[in-house]
């Protein structure tokens, strides 16, 4: 089955690419955009049928790999 | 004193590095990514590069190679592990080292020449080096370290810092910082100081013909404590 995750900066941890689409917006006249933080997303297909599992799994992931907590959230949507 | 160079796809400062070593004495192997052991080794370095195309995060893929748990057994063990640019990059996702190296303040790949301070002495590297500021040369675009207050505080307590961004003269403040690093850090040790991470490149500055020789000090310098 198909386990979509997000992983985000931390709330508090410079974006400075996030603040360059932000600054970008404003300068194209979206002028009421006042954050953008940027984030990756991930779709991981796993061969498992037991949805619990398959998200244990990719929890298990994103503390190994996917996501670096020292910066970094991640939610398994 | 033998040293080996870890090469990862995607490595580009492994060839210097080894030039650099040899220059000075060591003598030098190289080791693919794949391979399971490193042959006897005094130190291993980790080159700068763009291992496994920064995919990811900087360092993250390669962190995870068939060759880092020899590594780590061999920092783990005490040997002196150096990570150069994207070497400190791995060195901080394997663990051996806190903190992150995060995308640079301005968004800009920096390359230039900068002066560092060293700001411990009592370890195998630095151990009577002559001079307090080096001038290396940066080339990076992740190289703004960033680690929680905690392990600031315990880099702090422990003199794990091990050189900051600085001007000529060593002053140290938000001018001299090129990449928005915190506290100007530019390298740290790990607790045992074995470990050492830096975004400099020492190799880069071996030859007074290229860009300068302080590079040639931090490698004469090792050499000099090993013996």
């Keep these: 089955m198909k386990i979509k995750v997000i992983v985000t900066l931390k709330n508090g941890v410079l974006d400075p690419q996030g603040k360059a689409i932000q600054q970008t917006l404003n300068g194209m006249n979206f002028g009421n955009v006042e954050d953008v933080r940027q984030g990756k997303y991930f779709e991981i297909e ?14 298990d992931m ?7 907590l020292v910066i970094e959230d991640y939610k398994i949507v | 004193m033998k040293s080996s160079v870890i090469i990862f796809p995607g490595s580009n400062c492994d060839r210097d590095m080894d030039v650099a070593l040899k220059k000075f004495g060591f003598k030098n192997q190289m080791v693919w990514h794949n391979d399971q052991s490193i042959p006897k080794s005094d130190l291993i370095v980790l080159p700068g590069g763009f291992s496994y195309g920064d995919y990811l995060r900087c360092g993250s893929i390669a962190s995870k190679s068939k060759i880092i748990k020899s590594v780590i057994d061999f920092a783990n063990s005490g040997g002196l592990v150096l990570g150069i640019c994207n070497g400190f990059q791995i060195l901080t996702e394997t663990g051996l080292l806190n903190g992150i190296l995060q995308q640079n303040k301005f968004l800009n790949f920096i390359c230039s020449n900068v002066f560092v301070k060293v700001k411990d002495k009592q370890n195998k590297y ?6 307090d500021v080096l001038e290396l040369h940066i080339a990076h675009n992740e190289g703004n370290y960033f680690c929680s207050n905690d ?7 422990n003199n794990q810092i091990a050189v900051t ?10 001018t001299t910082n090129p990449n928005g690093a915190i506290k100007n850090i530019a390298g740290i040790f790990n607790n045992n100081k074995n470990v050492l991470g830096m975004m400099p490149h020492p190799e880069r500055m071996i030859d007074k013909y290229l860009s300068g020789e302080d590079g040639s000090l931090f490698f004469k310098n090792i050499l000099d404590n090993f013996k």
């Design chain 1, 46 to 59: 796993v061969k498992e049928k037991d949805e619990k599992k398959a998200k244990s799994l990719v929890d």
């Design chain 1, 62 to 68: 994103c503390k190994k790999l996917l996501a670096n």
């Design chain 2, 126 to 131: 630095f151990k009577d080096l002559k001079k």
């Design chain 2, 151 to 157: 392990e600031l505080k315990s880099l702090e307590d």
């Design chain 2, 165 to 174: 961004y600085c001007g000529e003269d060593g002053s140290e403040n938000e």
